[in-house]
């Protein structure tokens, strides 16, 4: 019989998982949006190519606001107040979409849609305030699978249903969160930096119990924020001041290279153009057009068993041991695909070589998703120290856009200007180095508290007589 601090565990779970599959509706439905934009027998809304692609990227807009005011509000007001805003956005984004009667409508709606892309990182870091740390991996991994699934059901829905009809469905899953978010306990890492002990004790047992073991984890987690905002008070500090610091603290930048290389990685790996441009990338390696179709099916299937298969591997094998060894092979994988391209653009060999490159793109994709992408969304909720949550969602998010935006941007002049194997090459050199980088920068995460990975960072290591002064600090605070 499951204890009952799992089935808390879950029912919070349950919020954050059905986020991401909200999620993966929402960036992929403008794909079905389009699809009948652009359609001769469009009845109600017609668009240009120009006005489409413009409705496509648009979102990255109110991508940037919502990195710089999600994370800030979510440090200020905490975690459950973040998980039903966006929530509530995606909601009224959805609403927008149904009552649309043009395309100015519909840019409103997508943009609205864009503001929670600032919480794409930060439902990470809810995922592993609230999960033991032995769980905090695979429930990070089911989440990541699950916005996959939302992409996959937004995809299939357009066989049976118009846009409208998705957009009215796409509703409910928000309600869901919405309902459950009201009866989440706030996060007992939110409560403890803002000096709420005394429902951080309450937070925190409601999740984890009473066992010694997690009384210490408690204790080292009140004890530590105690430091902190005993040094705040001390330096009397100011917001510019906080942000000033953490700039030039070398454990937060630290933290910030591991992303921007981790995210970097994860782009040229194919996360966004495989995902985006598959259809080209499949046109350009077989030239007929419905084996193209069946292709980019049976690569968007690799994708969703990759990311189930990777809920075991994150539960069993430790993180830089994932992600350094799928990251390695889809480095092998994307440099194979590159050499045999050009073998089969100099020697004209057609169909045998070609359904082999087919075979390692597709097998590409399944290791990048058995580790290498499900791990980093892990590390992004758990490498930043708490206070530094925030502002470390938004650099991440920064970087997010940034990469989102290059990678989206340039991959069709790669292809055009270097071909096929040109692309697979560069990026595949790319993501050597990167891999290559993190092998030096990247610590393990697996089975730690968020504080021991916190404490690790900063060469810190606590002792119980180290501890009592602090906690001494810490009973003070709460009277």
């Known amino acids: 019989m499951a204890n009952k601090y799992f089935l808390r565990q879950s029912f919070i779970a349950f919020g954050f998982i059905t986020h991401g599959f909200c999620a993966g509706m929402a960036i992929v439905f403008i794909s079905s949006l389009n699809l009948a934009l652009l359609s001769p027998d469009a009845t109600e809304i017609r668009a240009t190519p120009d006005q489409t692609s413009w409705l496509a990227s648009c979102n990255t807009i109110t991508g940037l606001i919502g990195y710089f005011t999600i994370p800030p509000i979510m440090q200020k007001y ?67 699978m699950f916005s996959l699934i939302g992409a996959f059901s937004c995809h299939a829905l357009v066989l049976c249903w118009t846009w409208r009809q998705i957009a009215i469905f796409a509703i409910f899953p928000n309600l869901l969160i919405i309902i459950n978010g009201f009866y989440w306990p706030e996060s007992p890492s939110y409560l403890a930096m803002v000096g709420r002990f005394e429902e951080c004790k309450y937070s925190f047992y409601w999740l984890h119990g009473k066992s010694v ?41 630290k933290a910030s290279l591991v992303m921007s290389v981790l995210i970097f990685a994860v782009d040229v790996s194919g996360r966004l153009y495989l995902f985006t441009y598959v259809i080209q990338i499949m046109r350009e390696l077989v030239t007929d057009e419905a084996i193209a179709g069946y292709c980019t099916l049976i690569v968007d299937l690799f994708t969703i068993t990759g990311s189930i298969i990777s809920v075991f591997v994150i539960h069993k094998l ?37 359904w082999i490159i087919l075979s390692i793109v597709m097998l ?20 930043f120290p708490l206070e530094y949550k925030g502002i470390g969602s938004s650099v991440t998010g920064i970087s997010y856009m940034l990469f989102y935006f290059v990678t989206m941007k340039f ?4 292809i055009d200007g270097t071909g096929l194997q040109g692309m697979y090459l560069i990026y595949g050199i790319c993501l050597l180095l990167c891999i290559l980088v993190l092998y030096f920068i990247l610590l393990e995460t697996k089975d730690k508290t968020l504080q021991d990975i916190e404490d690790e960072i900063k060469g810190v290591k606590r002792s119980a007589i180290e501890m009592k002064p602090m906690l001494d600090g810490t009973v003070k605070l709460i009277a």
């Open 318 to 354: 430790k993180r830089r041991t994932a992600l350094l060894f799928s990251g390695i092979l889809t480095a092998i994988l994307m440099l194979s695909t590159s050499l045999l391209i050009f073998l089969k653009e100099q020697y004209k060999i057609q169909s045998s070589l070609t």
């Open 213 to 253: 073991e997690k009384q210490n984890e408690l204790k080292i987690l009140m004890a530590a924020q105690t430091e902190r905002i005993l040094k705040h008070n001390r330096n009397n500090c100011t917001s510019p001041i906080e942000l000033l610091y953490a700039f030039r603290d070398k454990v937060f930048l």
């Open 78 to 144: 905490g975690r459950r107040v973040i998980n039903i805003g966006t929530a509530v956005i995606y909601s009224i984004g959805w609403l927008i979409y149904i009552f649309a009667n043009n395309i100015l409508t519909l840019f409103i709606a997508r943009l609205v849609h864009g503001i929670c892309l600032g919480a794409i990182y930060i439902n990470c870091v809810i995922a592993s305030e609230y999960s033991d740390p032995k769980r905090r991996g695979y429930l990070v991994a089911i989440k990541k």
């Open 411 to 414: 991959t069709p002049f790669i």
């Open 364 to 383: 590409q994709n399944f290791v990048s998703y058995i580790g290498f992408i499900p791990v980093t969304y892990n590390i992004a909720g758990e490498i």
